[in-house]
């Protein structure tokens, strides 16, 4: 059963334009929420977080919005750049369980 | 510098072979985790840590084996009992608390020949 979902494995994105990525949870202990960014043959990197307590973190070119009773978060990308292009995944962590699970992942393509 | 290290990049196993892949880190941190990616697929969490001497399974931990005997060190061992083996693993840690993200090595893939 997955915990983390990411509905679109893919995402196309004109350069500019803003990049929407989804993630839904389906396990209210989770309390913190990641996302990462990955390359091809790399492990991920981390790219921006929010804690339960909060609905939005912003951080440059990135927010991600949090919405608890929803269990849903997304992360938007604005203004999309070439370089953004790369597999995006949400991952939740478990303080109870000192537990990090990941998504499926997102492929997004930034085109110009 | 700081870091988590994976050894090998590459490896090649034959079938009905163990074969434990290196996760060393100099972070100090608390927690360790093993994850699985198939192609085109996510992360799957096979086995982690959160303290030296402790260790829990994962959501596919069958064939797998691990040790934790010292904070910096977590190694994986690939089993014969593993069905598929052939995969990208990448290693992490952290500092198991709440506010941090965790971090990861560069990865090993492992195939079976």
């Known amino acids: 059963d997955q915990q983390v979902k990411q509905n679109s494995p893919s995402l196309s994105v004109q350069e500019g334009r803003i990049s929407i990525l989804n993630c839904d949870y389906t396990n209210s202990m989770f309390d913190y929420f990641l996302w990462y960014k990955k390359y091809p043959a790399e492990g991920p990197t981390f790219l921006i977080s929010i804690s339960s307590i909060k609905d939005k973190n912003e951080d440059g070119r990135f927010t991600v919005f949090l919405n608890k009773s929803a269990k849903h978060l997304s992360l938007h990308i604005v203004p999309s750049q070439p370089g953004d292009s790369a597999v995006y995944f949400c991952?939740?962590?478990?303080?109870?369980?000192?537990?990090?699970?990941f998504g499926a992942g997102t492929r997004l393509a930034v085109h110009p | 510098d700081g870091g988590i290290t994976q050894s090998p990049k590459y490896l090649f196993r034959k079938e009905g072979q163990n074969v434990t892949l290196s996760c060393e880190q100099n972070l100090n941190h608390d927690a360790m985790y093993w994850y699985r990616q198939d192609p085109g697929q996510g992360l799957r969490l096979i086995y982690y840590s959160q303290i030296v001497n402790d260790f829990q399974k994962g959501d596919i931990a069958e064939g797998y084996s691990v040790s934790r005997e010292k904070k910096e060190s977590f190694p994986l061992t690939v089993t014969s009992a593993q069905k598929n083996p052939t995969a990208f693993y990448l290693c992490?840690?952290?500092?198991?608390?709440?506010?941090?993200?965790?971090?990861f090595g560069q990865g090993t893939r492992l195939t079976v020949v």
């Open positions: 991952a939740a962590f478990s303080g109870g369980y000192n537990k990090l699970i």
């Open positions: 992490a840690s952290s500092t198991g608390w709440q506010g941090t993200e965790a971090f």
